[in-house]
């Protein structure tokens, strides 16, 4: 079975940067990789995600700020977040699934099957 843990949260000031990683223990050939975001009292959005034939989605709420890529070697996926805002305090969680015959991956939480235990991200103004 597949197993997550993220790591790279923590506490920023607005304009600045964090590095998220996932490790995955495996993942399928055909794959997915998401990161999600949640507010308490909010449902989880989805901020990006990963397929193992190279494509990406970047959430337009994110897009020019927020990155997404990996190490097929670990295999590790990164986010990448840049001029943070207080906005963006949530916490993140990781998520993996195969990925069957679309060639993007999906963005609701219900398609992934594997979920890590979430990194904190808190940005103070």
């Known amino acids: 079975e597949v197993q997550l843990a993220e790591s790279g949260g923590g506490s920023v000031q607005a304009g600045g940067s964090l590095r998220l990683s996932c490790a995955a223990s495996?993942?399928?050939?055909?794959?997915?990789v998401a990161w999600f975001r949640q507010v308490l009292g909010k449902e989880r959005e989805a901020v990006a995600n990963?397929?193992?034939?190279?494509?990406?989605m970047i959430a337009v709420s994110v897009k020019g700020r927020y990155t997404i890529s990996r190490d097929n070697a670990k295999p590790t996926m990164y986010l990448h977040l840049n001029t943070l805002q207080p906005e963006d305090t949530a916490l993140y969680f990781c998520?993996?699934?195969?990925?069957?015959?679309?060639?993007?991956?999906?963005?609701?939480?219900?398609?992934?099957?594997?979920w890590g235990q979430g990194t904190e991200v808190t940005v103070s103004s």
């Open positions: 990963i397929a193992d034939n190279g494509n990406t």
């Open positions: 998520a993996a699934t195969s990925r069957t015959f679309a060639t993007s991956c999906a963005t609701a939480p219900s398609s992934y099957s594997y």
């Open positions: 495996e993942l399928p050939a055909r794959y997915c």
